[in-house]
């Protein structure tokens, strides 16, 4: 039906535009509210997790620092334009070179940042972990900053650190445990070349109190006396290596000559328990590169455990075998003839805790693992042929 425009009610424009403006305002206002909202969120959000954000001006060469990150750095909190001069002044001195090295590497082909290192708090100094990761923004193929996050990981680190610790004093009282076992084969070791000190200290004192002094004997006597007394020197000194909580150091090393230290200290404890011996080593080429205490560590959890299985009640004949195999590696089997493992324990003879021994601690064993593990190789166990069981590794050789 036609209307007649007269009908309509007019319409009054400034009327109109107020209500407009009105409308506007109160959009602004929920749109204020709701930024101010995702603001608080982020705020909160960066505080839950530790990070903090940030935005790097290139051309000003000026960061960006939100709240928590000036928390994280102990930068006043209204202090978050920060020129990256300061910013690089707060790293550790020994890792700011590396940190900034990398950043500039990344910046030159507009790549990722990625950064772990330590920072030394601007207001107390404190040292603190950070991983950090940078992006370029990309607008029209160019790139005129890099926007990013700082976490804090200190916690990580410490806890990381507290376990490598505990982790280090198990093996250490894991492995004295084990030379304890060996006391009186050790003392046994000493004793021999200090009987032969004593000998031959007697006979050269008698050289020289003959008329005249029969002095080339009395230095032959006193020559092997020099010898025995560094042979006990050594023995000494090798097992407060064993013994003492130092750190792990990678050096080249010959296993055939770990495996001579630890027959040297247990070689009367084989024949007391009548264990026949069999030898067969990989002689000049067995080089690997190890920490000569954590594999001697192996090596001797690996004998003791095959003199132990040898000792329970078993009526074959007990023959403990060494071989060392060089060919692409360096492989080391430890055979024994003792009882062996039953099929559903292999699994778990690698377990921490594990043990079937009266007063066992069970560590033996998953300690060795993680040894030869960190060092590039991996610890398994067989039945041997004849009854019994076969631990082995294989470590690549290093020329
Ligand atoms: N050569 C072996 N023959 C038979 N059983 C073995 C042999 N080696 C280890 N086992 C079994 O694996 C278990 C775990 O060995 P592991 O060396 O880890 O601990 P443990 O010798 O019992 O105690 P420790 O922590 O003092 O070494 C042993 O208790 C034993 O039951
Ligand atoms: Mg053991």
């Given amino acids: 039906m036609p209307t007649d425009r007269a009908d309509l009610p007019r319409v009054d424009p400034l009327q109109q535009a107020l209500h407009e403006l009105h409308r506007t305002q109160a959009l602004l ?10 603001q608080e969120l982020l705020r909160q959000g960066e505080h839950f997790n530790n990070t903090g954000s940030m935005r790097y001006l290139l051309q000003q060469d000026l960061m960006v620092c939100s709240e928590e990150l000036c928390r994280i750095y102990g930068l006043a909190p209204g202090n978050n334009l920060i020129r ?6 707060l790293m550790h001195p020994d890792d700011r070179q590396a940190v900034l090295d990398t950043v500039a590497a990344a910046i030159a082909i507009g790549g990722t940042i990625r950064v772990e290192h330590r920072i030394c708090r601007r207001d107390d100094g404190e040292v603190r972990y950070i991983s950090g990761i940078g992006k370029p923004v990309w607008v029209d193929g160019a790139f005129t900053e890099y926007v990013g996050t700082a976490t804090d990981i200190t916690s990580q680190r410490r806890t990381e650190y507290a376990v490598r610790a505990a982790e280090a004093d198990l093996a250490r009282v894991s492995r004295a445990t084990t030379v304890g076992q060996l006391t009186a084969s050790i003392a046994h070791e000493i004793n021999q ?27 032959a006597g006193l020559e092997d006396i020099v010898a025995e007394g560094t042979r006990a020197g050594n023995m000494i000194s090798g097992l407060q290596d064993l013994t003492r909580n130092t750190e792990p150091v990678l050096q080249r090393l010959n296993l055939d000559g770990i495996i001579g230290h630890i027959l040297s200290i247990s070689r009367s404890e084989i024949e ?13 080429a067995a080089w690997v590169s190890g920490d000569p205490v954590q594999l001697q560590q192996v090596l001797l959890n690996l004998v003791v455990n095959a003199i132990d299985a040898m000792s329970a009640g078993t009526t074959r004949p007990r023959v403990l075998s060494i071989r060392t195999v060089v060919d692409a590696g360096v492989r080391v089997t430890v055979q024994d003839s003792g009882m062996g493992i039953a099929p559903e324990a292999m ?18 064993l998953a300690i060795c693992r993680s040894i030869i593990a960190a060092h590039g190789g ?16 294989s470590l690549p050789l290093v020329p």
């Avoid at 509210?33 to 995702?38: D, E, F, G, K, T």
């Avoid at 990256?84 to 002044?89: K, M, N, Q, T, V």
């Avoid at 070349?193 to 230095?219: E, F, H, Y």
């Fill in 84 to 89: 990256h001069e300061d910013f690089a002044a």
């Fill in 193 to 219: 070349p200090l009987m032969s000190i004593i000998a031959n200290a007697g006979a050269s004192l008698r050289w020289l109190d003959r008329d005249p002094p029969q002095l080339a004997q009395a230095r």
């Fill in 347 to 364: 699994d778990r003879v690698f377990d921490a805790f594990y043990t079937t021994k009266e007063g066992g601690m069970g560590m033996g």
């Fill in 272 to 284: 007391r328990r009548e264990v026949a011996l069999q030898l067969s080593l990989g002689g000049p």
């Fill in 29 to 38: 206002a929920q749109t204020e509210q709701a930024l101010r909202a995702s």
């Fill in 378 to 393: 991996q610890l398994t166990v067989a039945h041997a042929p004849d009854g019994g069981a076969v631990f082995g590794f």
